[in-house]
């Protein structure tokens, strides 16, 4: 695949609480080139998510013909759910726009696998486990079950930070969305000054 060099990837993972989905979606309302990769998925839609703009909703027959059919770039399994990247979203988008991934540390380093892919990944946390734990609970998505669960997997999750390029820890929300805009005009800027070199 070959894209214009101008455009960027950028991915966000965080263990979950952190924030990661309202920074993403901060950054694509301020910056318009960027699209978010819509994931299919084989979890239960939340009450406030619509289909095809927070993730293709898919049952588990759909997914596993997918992975057969080798449609994704990446794919993992989280709490018990089927996550995934399709190749053809990201190969068509990344011609005309900038994207984000809000994707785990497995999809990240399948990614990262394909040398095509100019990735900037990012990793977020939050400045202790306390902080997460009441961050799960007052976002009040999930049952007490699935916050234990998730809140359980944090210790798993950051294992995987060495893995990320930049670790931001999102204290508050618009110091670390300056942080992330940051990265984005230092990446932008050197793509645009490579690229023009190698006209
Ligand atoms: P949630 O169920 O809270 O929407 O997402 C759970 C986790 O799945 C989050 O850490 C999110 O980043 C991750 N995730 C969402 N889409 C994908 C994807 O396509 N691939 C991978 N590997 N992880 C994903």
Known sequence: MKHDKKNIMIILSSPSGVGKTTLTKKIQQKYQSFKISVSHT???PRSNEIDGIDYHFVSDKEFKKLINEEKFYEYAKIFENYYGTLKKTVDEDIITNDIIFDIDWQGTKQLSKFKNLELIK???ITENKEELK???IKRNQNSDEEIK???KSF???IK???DYDY???NKNLEACFKQIENIIHLHKSNTFINSRKSQ
């Open 42 to 44: 084989t979890r239960t």
């Open 122 to 124: 990012i990793y977020l």
């Open 134 to 136: 009441k961050r799960l």
């Open 149 to 151: 669960k998730r809140f």
């Open 155 to 157: 210790d798993e999750d």
């Open 160 to 162: 995987h930070w060495n």
């Open 167 to 169: 670790i931001l820890i």
